[in-house]
């Protein structure tokens, strides 16, 4: 069971400080009977969401006595994982440890001169709660106590304490040197994201090695929560750091694990009274266990949104078959919530993530795909959110696609100048075409004018009838064409022939010849 605890417990984070600054506000479950906390200042905080459950006085400024080393082991265990000291590094305890220290104030024993390693320190401090082992870790770490405490304040207030101021490492009564629950619970919950710190804070009991000046001491935790020998022993408590002074009364911050809640209770101000067995009962650990108690009886886990949830309808275009498409969250959320809460009081708030067209979504969908999301509140709070998905998958309808894409690229303003300057060129081309014909048509009749021209011109000179064609004509003019040439033959070979027998008669010859 211890390790259980444990684990949960490692599970808490800075994230959870986050949470609880924004729900600081939330409702703490008004229905319910308040515990009737008697302590004079008291919060109850579900640890991995943050959700604070119960308050009182969270934010009074109060003297938080040995709760102060919750802050100063956490620095020191900072400083750890930062790599400026070693979990082995000999720490030599200096004459100044007890110097801002009271006779009464709690020790381990630790001695000046004494040699201890730095881990064992730190359960020096927290099991024993021993003051001077607080100084000796400042010392250590800061060179001195001043720069330490400095240090304190400025990690405080980064971690968004309003109402906290140190002026010691130890808790030792000061008038400058308070805190609140709330703050304390901020302290706390960043302390306990560290599994080193969890490892000490819920450690029941510790022994010490020997020393130079000491024999092995051993250690036992002042929380009482957490010793199975105790009265006050709490099943599902697993630390943290109880303290006490006259002025700040009994105090205790404790965490505990019940299933899937995870609690940090902070009591201040609380008071050891005799009961009526005669008995004295130190009540900040009865309050404890009782706030404790109230908080795991009346709240869990309630699940305000399944995944079978149908949160709403869109519509899709393009799709196959159909028009519309449901979403459905994809995880469930379960909300910490008071037993009597009025789930039907839950709200929804979803958006579709955006489309091309900004009004509805496209197919092709697969079955699962995100499409946006939704958020549940109740009472003006908001508990958590969830991707919203497709519950089925949708087709494409092909044929639609294709007229949705022409339609989308005859509206682009680009595509139709250049449709325009298209179909200027066609009617271009086409009127070219119109006057290149018609032109051609004229020049066509103009040339069968001329050939019947010349056909006619053709049979009167070749004696040719009016009934001869057009075949017989050029049959004719070629017969003359050849005779023609026949003669111009004829009379080059005769003139040839002449000019060499005479060649002064070849003009006679040949004006003869041409009378002939």
Known sequence: MKIFVRKAIISVTALAIAFSVILVGAPKALALDDPDIKSQAALLVESTTG?????????????????????????????????????????????????????????????????????DLLYCAMLASANEACNALAE????????FVELMN???????????????????????????????YLITANALSYPLFNEIVSAASYTVPATNLSEPRELTSTNFLIRPESRYYYEYASGVKTGHTEAAGYCLISTASNEDRHMISVVLGA??????????????????????????????????LSTTDLVTEVPVDLAKGRSSLVLCPENSISVLLSNDADLSQVELSYTVNSTENGTSLMAPIDQGTVLGSVSVSLDG??????????????????FAYIKYEIGRTLSN???????????????????FIIIYNKNRRKRKTAADAYARKRVE????GEGATTGSTFEEIEAMRREKDEKTSKIFDLIRRHT??????????VDHDTEDMSKR
């Open 457 to 460: 011109e053709l049979r009167r």
């Open 140 to 147: 250590y770490i800061s060179g001195d106590r001043d720069s």
């Open 154 to 184: 400025q990690r405080a207030q980064e971690l968004g304490c309003k109402n906290t101021h140190f002026t010691n490492t130890h808790g030792m009564p000061d008038d400058n040197h308070y805190s609140t629950a709330y703050d304390l």
């Open 381 to 398: 709070v908001e508990y958590g959110s969830a991707a919203l998905v497709a519950n089925t998958a949708v087709e494409l309808d092909r």
């Open 271 to 304: 008071e050891s009274v005799v009961i009526e067995d005669g008995t004295t009962q130190v009540q900040s650990f009865s309050e404890t266990v009782r706030l404790f108690n109230w908080g795991f009886d009346n709240f869990s886990y309630r699940e305000v």
């Open 51 to 119: 959700q604070i459950l119960y308050s009182k006085n969270a934010d009074a400024q109060r003297a938080p006595a040995s709760l102060t080393k919750v802050m100063t082991v956490m620095l020191a265990i900072e400083a750890y994982n930062a790599g400026q000291v070693e979990l082995n590094d000999i720490v030599t305890i200096s004459n100044t440890a007890y110097a801002d220290i009271s006779s009464d104030g709690s020790t381990a024993g630790l001695l000046a001169g004494e040699q201890i390693e730095f881990h």
């Open 413 to 431: 303003t680009f595509v139709r100048i250049i449709i325009f300057l298209l179909f200027l060129l066609l009617a271009a081309y086409i009127a």
């Open 496 to 505: 040839t022939s002449s000019n060499k027998k005479n060649s002064g008669n």
